[in-house]
């Protein structure tokens, strides 16, 4: 029986930054994204979080926004009416990014925690493009393999109680996005960046 020939995934961080719950009757303004690492049958390869990335600003597709969601954000989102990018061409060109840095690996997402940031960032792929490059279903929770990991009920699992070791230093702004106040939740920075990855993906072999 011929052994089938199984892809390497390849670890893209993503960030999203939204003025409500839900895409739709609501807006993602912003996303960045990090190549975190390849998994191979070798075993993962962590890779430098700040070089490749990829960063857009996005114009809002409706007039609906939660106050609080967009202080938490802290976009514009006035100069995003008139400045942000059209959401078809950069979700276009995420897409080709994605791509390109896959090469012959298969892309999955990870977020801390993923579901968030995958629901926008899904919608506004199928909405604005008709595909994703993920798939349907490529997508890493962080938060729920840390769960795993540790042996802890999930809803007990918070950033301030992991362990140091799992936590990048990184500092959280990319040099090549100035305008971008990153949370330390954002793609590069802890603790769903580099740090974490080698953390608890790495254990995995």
């Known amino acids: ?22 895409p739709g009757p609501y807006s993602m303004l912003s996303f960045d994204a990090a190549v975190a690492g390849r ?17 857009r600003e996005l114009r809002p597709i409706s007039e609906e926004f939660v106050p609080e969601a967009l202080a938490v954000s802290g976009l514009d989102r006035a100069k995003l009416m008139k400045e942000g990018a059209v959401p078809e061409a950069a979700l276009r060109e995420f897409g080709r990014w994605v791509r390109q840095v896959s090469g012959d690996a298969q892309p999955v997402m990870c977020g801390y925690p993923a579901s968030y940031d995958w629901t926008f960032l899904y919608w506004y792929l199928i909405r604005f493009t008709g595909e994703s490059p993920f798939g349907h279903s490529g997508c890493l929770d962080m938060k729920t393999l840390y769960a795993t990991k540790a042996g802890v009920p999930l809803r007990s699992v918070a950033k301030r109680a992991m362990p140091q070791h799992l936590l990048s230093r990184r500092r959280h702004t990319l040099p090549h996005h100035p305008r971008r106040r990153h949370r330390a939740d954002g793609a590069a920075g802890e603790p769903d960046g580099l740090g974490r990855k080698r953390g608890m993906i790495g254990t995995m072999e």
Do not use: H, K, N
């Open 39 to 55: 998994q191979d049958a070798d075993g993962f390869t962590a890779a430098d979080p700040e070089e490749r990335t990829f960063y």
């Open 1 to 22: 029986m011929t052994q089938r020939r199984i892809r390497p995934s390849l670890y893209i961080s993503v960030d999203v930054e939204a003025d409500g719950p839900i």
